[in-house]
């Protein structure tokens, strides 16, 4: 069985002082709970706030992009190694927005991921197509695509604490969510392509998140299909009821 991962986007919300109140209030909900891995990505200034509310409890935190050098004049960027010294454990990668808003590619992803990786970061890497993609029937081409590119030169062993998120874009952010069955056949797609690059034992144990649209009133329906691993979260992650909700489908 492969636990299921739990992932908060903050995106750009809360300030380290609203940070720390969403701990606060999330906590008494979550103690207990250890059904399922929980991560929260912040904006890189709550970082630091997020790892001090959440010292001794079962949540992680996470930063929501990182650039692939360790360091250098790279004005506006945080490097693996710089997560990693404040105490984060996972980090996004290639995320629908990033792509979108800031010129990330497939090949931008794949330095990233190598860099995260190489630094004991566990990257949780997004792919997923947009509308047009999805309407002209290429879903499978585009996710194929991106996974090969993401996944170029690294070993089997290097990908075991991988996670990957798939976010139809479409569904970001719009209140539509893929059905349960969309979304499984785009979990084995990608399972597929990763048993290609790093082999059946590895692609078994990779854990595929669904992101898009995520909510308390259809976590469950989500999180009971068995190709689902678990959720990347939005909007509903903002606030600590909805998001222990989903946690605790």
Same mark, same amino acid.
């Given at each position: ?13 809360? =300030? ?30 709550? #970082? ?5 509310? =959440? ?60 860099? +995260?990786? !190489? ?16 309407? !002209? ?16 030169? #690294? ?28 979304? +499984? ?22 854990? #595929? ?41």
């Amino acid at each position: 069985m492969r636990k299921k991962l739990i992932a908060a986007n903050w995106k750009m919300h809360k =300030t380290p002082e609203q940070a720390q109140s969403f701990v606060s209030a999330l906590l008494p909900h979550l103690w207990e709970h250890t059904r399922d891995e929980i991560v929260l990505c912040p904006p890189f200034l709550a #970082i630091p706030a997020v790892i001090e509310a =959440t010292k001794d409890s079962p949540i992680g935190v996470g930063g929501q992009d990182m650039f692939w050098e360790k360091e250098g004049a790279y004005t506006g960027a945080i490097s693996a190694p710089m997560l990693r010294a404040v105490g984060c454990s996972h980090v996004i990668i290639g995320h629908s927005e990033r792509r979108q808003y800031f010129g990330e590619t497939d090949d931008t992803v794949n330095r990233k991921l190598r860099a +995260a990786l !190489a630094a004991g970061l566990k990257p949780i890497v997004c792919v997923g197509e947009v509308l047009a993609e999805r309407e !002209a029937g290429v879903t499978e081409d585009v996710l194929r695509r991106q996974c090969s590119i993401a996944f170029r030169e #690294i070993s089997g062993g290097e990908a075991i604490p991988m996670v990957v998120a798939y976010e139809p874009v479409w569904a970001i952010g719009t209140g539509k969510t893929a059905t349960p069955e969309l979304a +499984a056949e785009a979990h084995r797609t990608i399972r597929a392509v990763a048993a290609e690059a790093f082999g059946e034992g590895v692609a078994t144990q990779l854990r #595929i998140l669904y992101g898009g649209s995520v909510k308390p009133d259809n976590a469950t329906l989500l999180m009971s299909q068995q190709e689902i691993d678990g959720a990347l979260v939005g909007g509903a992650s903002l606030d600590a009821k909805s998001f222990a909700a989903i946690v605790k489908w």
